[in-house]
């Protein structure tokens, strides 16, 4: 079991940027294929954005497409969220998730899918 670290959460009016970053301490980990995903005080836990283990495929959420953009280094073996346009709608604690895959176009978008997650980091947008 790896444990996943977020970071990079924090407050930030709405209209601003901030970028998440998501990352296994200690030894490297490959064949990741990678998701964020999100939930709010009373709500289910939300789907944003995937990416594929060679980073060339990614998806996103309805609620977030054109805003934010999922990439990865895996040299860094880190994961980014790019939060653009944020609104006060995406305040959330945001997750990121890890599913071991030999596949490095396939990505996954339900929580069910995958094996590894961290503690999460609090984002909110004030308005």
């Known amino acids: 079991q790896v444990q996943l670290v977020e970071s990079g959460g924090g407050l930030v009016q709405a209209g601003g940027s901030l970028r998440l970053s998501c990352a296994p301490p200690?030894?490297?980990?490959?064949?990741?294929?990678m998701g964020w995903f999100r939930q709010a005080p009373g709500k289910e836990r939300e789907f944003v954005a995937a990416?594929?283990?060679?980073?060339?495929?990614?998806y996103y959420g309805d609620s977030v497409n054109g805003r934010f953009t999922v990439t990865r280094d895996n040299a860094k073996n880190t994961v980014y969220l790019q939060m653009n346009s944020l609104k006060p709608e995406d305040t959330a604690v945001y997750y990121c998730a890890a599913e071991f895959t030999v596949s490095g176009t396939r990505y996954f978008i339900e929580s069910s899918e995958y094996d590894l997650w961290g503690q999460g980091t609090q984002v909110t947008v004030s308005s």
């Open positions: 990416i594929s283990w060679s980073g060339g495929s990614t």
């Open positions: 200690g030894r490297t980990v490959n064949r990741f294929a």
